[in-house]
């Protein structure tokens, strides 16, 4: 792989990433009012490919948030316990926009080193063909 393919699969293993993390966010935005739903949280890691000589972004692990969410009296409503509680989702909206965007920043920041990588490498064969 040359340098420039390099960059380029490292940017696009991160941009990916973010990528899968937006969706998780997205999930959790998505079942703020679900009632027991538990918010899912993802990790990063970073996996050296030997054919290509390139550290890749991945999604590590996705789990579950254990914080217990918020317990709301509604004795009327069918998955109330029997005094009368329901156990609401534990995702904070505040949390998730912050979680989404720094995932959209990370991205970008991906996209522009994908960006400047391919206008370094497009003047130096702008150079090499002088």
């Known amino acids: 792989m040359n340098p420039f393919e390099k960059i380029s699969a490292a940017a696009t293993s991160g941009m990916r990433a973010q990528a899968q993390r937006l ?3 997205s999930e959790n ?5 679900t ?8 990790t990063f890691e970073n996996v050296y490919d030997r054919s290509t000589d390139v550290t890749r972004v991945e999604i590590g692990r996705q789990f579950l948030d254990t914080k217990e969410g918020e317990r709301v009296f ?7 316990d029997q005094n009368g509680y ?27 080193v994908f960006r400047q990588a391919r206008d370094m490498y497009t003047a130096l064969l702008d150079i090499l063909k002088s």
């Open 29 to 33: 935005i998505a079942n703020v009012d």
């Open 74 to 80: 509604d004795p009327s409503n069918p998955l109330a």
């Open 35 to 42: 009632h027991g739903y538990k918010r899912k949280q993802v």
């Open 86 to 112: 329901v156990v609401m989702s534990n995702v904070n909206m505040m949390t998730e926009f912050a979680d989404a965007r720094e995932a959209t920043r990370s991205y970008d920041a991906g996209l522009e």
């Open 23 to 25: 969706q998780v966010v």
